[in-house]
C-alpha cells in the first residue's frame, strides 16, 4: 500500500539559509500534519491543514510557513535557519478533517551547521 | 508541561513473555488514543488505537488498555518477539475539541531478548 512520502530525506544547510521539505500524502488522504522531532525528545505539533486550509497551528516559529496545494501534497518552508533547527520532520497523512489514525511519513532530517 | 507521560524509558523482556507498556495523560479532554512504535531514522508506525468510550482494544498480539477514571492506559504485547524491540510512543488527542493533532509521551524504548 503507498505511503506518506517525505522529501528529502536528508538536509544539511548553512545558518541562516532557507529549506524546503516536501510531504506527498497517501491518495485520498485530505489532511496533513508536521511534527518536529529534536534529539532524544518526543515529536512535536508544528501545524496542519485540511483541504488546503490551515487547520490548527502549534509550537511552530514565525521562520516557517507551510501550505497544501490542490494535488493534496504539503511543503514546510523554514527561512532563516538556526543550529536549533536541527531535528527530524515527519509528515503524517489522515483521512478527514481530524481522522483518528494518522499515518506517518519516514521524515526529513535536517542539520543546519 | 509533559500532558502525555511514559515514566518507563526503557523495559525489557524475555522472548515470549509479555510486554507491558504504560502511559499516563493529565488532560481530561482527550478522547482518542493511539500507539506507534518507531525504529531509528524512521518515521513512527501506527500500532493500534483506542476511542475513549472503550476500554479495551485488541489487535492479534497487541491490546491496549483505557482507564478513564486513572487517566492511564497501556500497551500490552503477548508473546514478545525479538522484532518487537523499538520506541513505543503513546499519543493522544482532544479529536472533537482540538482537531487531530497529536500530544506524544517521551517513548518507552522496548528490548525483547531471545
Known amino acids: 500500500a503507498a505511503g506518506v512520502i517525505q522529501s528529502p530525506r536528508h538536509l544539511i544547510k548553512e545558518k541562516r539559509e532557507t529549506a524546503t521539505l516536501k510531504c506527498y500524502p497517501i491518495p485520498r488522504h485530505d489532511t496533513v500534519y508536521w511534527y518536529q522531532q529534536g534529539p532524544g525528545q518526543d515529536p512535536q505539533f508544528l501545524i496542519s491543514?485540511?483541504?488546503?486550509?490551515?487547520?490548527d497551528k502549534g509550537s511552530i516559529p514565525d521562520r516557517f510557513s507551510a501550505q497544501q496545494f490542490s494535488d493534496y501534497h504539503s511543503e514546510l518552508n523554514m527561512s532563516s535557519l538556526e543550529l536549533g533547527d536541527s531535528a527530524l520532520y515527519f509528515c503524517?497523512?489522515?483521512?478527514?478533517?481530524?481522522?483518528?489514525?494518522?499515518?506517518f511519513g519516514p521524515g526529513t532530517r535536517l542539520t543546519v551547521l | 508541561d509533559q500532558q502525555v507521560k511514559q515514566n518507563s524509558p526503557s523495559l525489557s523482556v524475555q522472548e515470549g513473555r509479555i510486554s507491558i507498556l504504560n502511559c499516563d495523560y493529565t488532560?481530561?479532554?482527550?478522547?482518542?488514543f493511539l500507539w506507534y512504535k518507531k525504529y531509528p531514522a524512521e518515521g513512527p508506525t501506527f500500532l493500534i488505537s483506542?476511542?475513549?468510550?472503550?476500554d479495551k482494544n485488541e489487535d492479534g498480539r497487541f491490546t491496549v488498555f483505557l482507564n478513564k477514571s486513572a487517566k492511564h492506559l497501556s500497551l500490552h504485547i503477548v508473546p514478545s518477539q525479538p522484532g518487537d524491540s523499538a520506541v513505543y510512543f503513546c499519543?493522544?488527542?482532544?479529536?472533537?475539541?482540538?482537531?487531530?493533532?497529536?500530544?506524544f509521551g517521551q517513548g518507552t524504548e522496548l528490548s525483547v531478548k531471545p
Open positions: 503524517a497523512s489522515s483521512s478527514g478533517r481530524a481522522g483518528y489514525e494518522q499515518f
Open positions: 488532560n481530561s479532554m482527550f478522547d482518542y
Open positions: 483506542i476511542s475513549s468510550i472503550k
Open positions: 499519543a493522544a488527542s482532544a479529536f472533537h475539541n482540538q482537531g487531530g493533532k497529536l500530544i
Open positions: 491543514f485540511y483541504e488546503k486550509m490551515q487547520s
